[in-house]
């Protein structure tokens, strides 16, 4: 059984013990990258939330116990918040895995050797012809202003448009986490972005 919350809301799931069965990547071949969700820290997370996924969560664990006769797949309907899907249903044929050569299991690419930049301020960039995003929140903005382009993070990765193919950016945050995410996730859809090393609290001067 695996569970987590995010916020306001959460999720379950359940794996069967078995040799050759679906495994986590089978079920979720792309993890999200490092950065772009940010974790109960950041982001926080309703109070009863952690408790309304962890009951069900400890029950589904006992009721597939040795000796038990319960089984989560045989869970009332009634008590499903929400049901995505069910890979391990009745009826249906289970998804076999053979990890760790499973086919499913994509090899981490490699990173680029350019998409992070150190830097001993942002007015270096200029001499390198980049033009500076700040991808902060607002609020992280009003609290440490700076004399930058803002486009906060969510806003950005929606709307890659508002870069230009033709220009060249270094995204900046608070600690280089989320600008290297960013980063990354630009380059895909062919944007020249580059991450600054280290973020704000980096920089020299």
């Known amino acids: 059984m695996f569970a987590s919350v995010y916020q306001y809301e959460g999720q379950l799931q359940v794996y069967k013990p078995e040799s050759g069965h679906a495994c986590l990547r089978c079920v979720w071949p792309?993890?999200?990258?490092?950065?772009?969700?940010?974790?109960?820290?950041?982001?926080?997370?309703?109070?009863?939330?952690?408790?309304?996924?962890?009951?069900?969560?400890?029950?589904?664990?006992?009721?597939?116990s040795p000796g038990t006769r319960g089984s989560a797949r045989g869970r009332n309907p009634a008590a499903r918040l929400h049901e995505l899907f069910e890979p391990f249903a009745q009826g249906a044929a289970p998804r076999r895995c053979t990890a760790p050569d499973c086919t499913l299991i994509r090899e981490i690419a490699r990173e680029e050797a350019d998409l992070e930049i150190s830097l001993p301020s942002l007015a270096a960039a200029s001499a390198q012809h980049l033009e500076v995003i700040d991808i902060r929140t607002a609020a992280e903005v009003a609290a440490r202003p700076e004399a930058l382009r803002h486009i906060a993070m969510p806003a950005l990765l929606a709307n890659p448009d508002q870069l230009s193919r033709d220009g060249r950016y270094l995204l900046v945050c608070a600690s280089g986490r989320r600008s290297l995410a960013t980063a990354r996730e630009l380059r895909k859809r062919g944007l020249k972005v580059h991450s600054l090393t280290g973020g704000l609290q980096g920089l020299v001067s």
């Open 30 to 64: 792309d993890a999200t990258a490092d950065g772009v969700v940010g974790n109960c820290a950041q982001a926080g997370v309703l109070g009863p939330v952690p408790g309304i996924f962890g009951s069900p969560a400890g029950a589904a664990d006992t009721e597939d």
